[in-house]
C-alpha cells in the first residue's frame, strides 16, 4: 500500500500511531479490533486505518499479523509444539494459521522449525537467530546486556574504523 502523502503526520498524530502500535506489541495474542486500536489512539477507524499505514507502511491487521509470526518463529525456534504456539500467539484456528505462516515465510510450521532447529543445534543460541550479526559481532553470545568489543574473540577482527 502506498503511503498516504495526505495524512497530517504531526507530532501528536505520530504519538497515536505508536500509542496502537505499542498496543499491538503488547496485546498481541489477544483479539484485537480496527475498532478498538483507533479508540485507543482517540481516532475515527478511517483516519486511523491512513495514518497507520502512512506511519508504518502496512495497515493494522498486516503489522499485528507480522507481530504474530515473528513471535511464533521464537516459540518454534526454542521447540514449542505448532498447536501451543497457535494458541499463544493469538491465532484460533491451527489450519488458519499454518497457512498464513506458510505464506508469509514460505515453509508450514513444522518444516520451518526443522530447519532452524538443523541449523541452530543448540537451544540456548536459538536468541542469536534474531540477532543482527553486526550486533553478535560486537557484544558476543549471550553477553546481550554487556558491550565487550570482539565479543565472539575473533582474532584479526578490530572493531576500530581505519581512521
Not at 508504518?56 to 491487521?61: C, F, K, L, N
Not at 537467530?129 to 550486533?135: H, K, Q, Y
Not at 553478535?136 to 577482527?157: D, K, W
Request: glycine residues 10%; contains cysteine; aromatic residues 10%.
Amino acid at each position: 500500500m502506498p503511503i498516504d502523502t495526505a495524512i497530517a503526520l504531526s507530532r501528536s498524530n505520530l504519538r497515536r500511531a505508536v500509542r496502537a502500535r505499542d498496543l499491538i506489541h503488547a496485546s498481541y495474542q489477544s483479539a484485537l479490533t480496527l475498532d478498538g486500536m483507533a479508540r485507543e489512539a482517540g481516532l475515527s477507524r478511517y483516519f486511523f486505518l491512513r495514518l497507520f499505514s502512512a506511519v508504518y507502511g502496512a495497515t493494522p491487521h498486516d503489522y499485528l499479523t507480522g507481530v504474530r509470526v515473528d513471535v511464533a518463529k521464537r516459540a518454534l525456534a526454542a521447540g514449542a509444539s505448532v498447536t501451543e504456539t497457535c494458541l499463544d500467539v493469538g491465532f484460533s484456528s491451527l489450519g488458519s494459521f499454518s497457512s498464513l505462516f506458510a505464506r508469509r515465510t514460505g515453509l508450514s510450521p513444522r518444516d520451518w522449525q526443522k530447519r532452524v532447529r538443523r541449523t541452530i543445534p543448540v537451544a540456548g543460541i536459538v536468541q542469536s537467530a534474531f540477532v543482527p550479526a553486526c550486533f553478535l559481532l560486537f557484544h558476543g553470545l549471550g553477553n546481550f546486556g554487556e558491550a565487550r568489543p570482539g565479543g565472539l574473540g575473533l582474532t584479526g577482527v578490530s572493531t576500530r574504523r581505519p581512521g
